[in-house]
């Protein structure tokens, strides 16, 4: 059996990209629609239950679309929504927390694992709570990096101002003794280089969207919904849309993505 529809993929802004990149590396036949919601970016600060309507106004647009899964490609809107977008959608979500927290497990010989991420992925105490079901006697240190996104989405993902404030939030989780950190937002992925420079060799960085994509892959395998290569060997065309500025999407996808961007649709979210 096989189910060539696509899969939703979706984040406040650009950071899921770095969840889709995944996808297409290690899944090449799934299509895929992408939504950015980048006209409300950052989730980081906003209130739980607003998170949670606005992911549900996201999932109802997908469903356009039909897709035959959703991937909540943010930590933000994970932490609230997933819950209860799986109560109310007989489609497989998967979220990108509980698979973070089993990267990190596998990654720490220590123990002693921190997490990065947003202001109300921190609060929502998620890690902690995934991890400790795993590995009762981890510690977890948690840090919110509420500058992170600003600097992302405005594309300095390299340079000292950047740099500053990366030396700024790490430096304190290093103390700790970590080996293993989890980047708990799926922008920060993009920071890579900065925060590798600053961590060094013995911490490992865990970006969450490895394990999710696994899970992905096994949840389609189960029901038999994997798509078939087509054909003709060509790949699928995915499809993009944001509730923002879609040409400066454009640009910031054609520089994460190894794949050419054709078009951005914009949607009117608030209307789902
Ligand atoms: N990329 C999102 C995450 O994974 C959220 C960023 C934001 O909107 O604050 O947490």
New binding site residues.
Partial sequence: MADNRPIGVF???V??LTVFREIMNKMPDEKVVYFGDTAR????DRDPMQVVDFSRQIVRFLRTRDVKAVVI?????TAPSLPYLRAENDIPVIG?IRPGAKGAVTASRSGKIGII??A??IKSGQYPKEIHEMSPEAEVFGKACPKF?PLIEAGKLHGPETGEVVHEYIEELKENGIDALVM????YPLLYDLLHEECGDGITLVNPAEETVKELREVLAERGELAEPSADGRLPEHEYYCSGDPASFKAFAAKVLPQEVSEVGVIDIEKY
């Fill in positions: 984040d406040s802004g950071g899921g970016v950052p989730y980081g490609a943010c930590n933000t809107a990108v991420a947003t109300g992925t996104v708990g937002c799926t922008h």
